[in-house]
């Protein structure tokens, strides 16, 4: 984690440096993508989670011909636990700022980049039988990492690409839920249901960017 943010800090620093060359503004969407080999830990309990459509967009702008940058990316996955008998999903809203560092600018016919980022995100955990725990919506911190290949569609601006993020939600704290314990809970089930939890997936799909660098 700490790797991801020293990354995402010098890329940001490199950036701002250069920004004087010129900038352009973009706005991309991501309308159709696949998660895939994730995990979700909550109750103190691990699972696999199945694969689940994932979508999203974000608003930027270039910063020369290799360094781009997310101002905010949003994106949405609603998953379900593969090995859980009592059906319950968890869904996440990630709210994202975004390094892509590549060869977007030149004649290249594909445009190769690593990304990543940094942010927020709500987590809701929705519990099967909630006789026992009620469910869970909580903000917690928000990383991606990953990369993608950019295909531009003539000299208007637009680019159509395939992306690949790898995409964690981690608790901000082990004792916090906005939701209150059942009163009739004991001690170790509070101490379960404020327990620490994680979301992690793959993801991949297409986007569609407007703007940036030609």
């Known amino acids: 984690m700490k790797l991801v943010i020293r990354i995402l800090l010098l890329s940001l620093f490199a950036g701002t440096a ?8 973009y706005i ?14 909550a109750l103190e309990q691990t699972d ?18 290799y360094l781009m940058f997310d101002l905010v990316s949003v994106n949405y996955s609603d998953l379900d636990y593969s090995s859980n008998a009592t059906s319950t999903s968890v869904s996440t809203v ?32 929705q519990f099967g039988d909630t006789s026992t725990y009620p469910d869970i919506d909580a903000w917690g911190l928000a990383w991606e990492a990953g990369g993608g290949l950019d ?32 009163r009739n809970m004991t001690e170790e089930q509070q101490a379960i249901y404020y327990s620490e939890w994680e979301v992690s997936y793959h993801a991949i799909g297409l986007e569609l960017r407007f703007g940036g660098v030609r």
């Open 151 to 182: 295909l531009p569609i003539g000299d208007n601006g637009i680019s159509l690409g395939i992306f690949y993020r790898y995409r964690s939600s981690v608790a901000l704290s082990n004792n916090w839920h906005p939701v209150s314990p059942r």
């Open 28 to 41: 991309a969407f991501q309308p159709f993508g696949q998660t895939f080999s994730g995990s979700a830990t």
């Open 18 to 25: 250069t920004a004087a060359e010129g900038s352009r503004a």
């Open 94 to 125: 990630n709210i994202i700022s975004e390094v892509r560092v590549g060869m977007f600018g030149g004649d290249f016919p594909v445009k190769p980049y690593a990304a990543v980022g940094l942010g927020a995100s709500n987590v809701s955990f």
């Open 48 to 65: 696999g989670l199945s694969r689940s459509n994932t979508f999203g967009g974000s608003l930027g702008f270039s910063m020369n011909d």
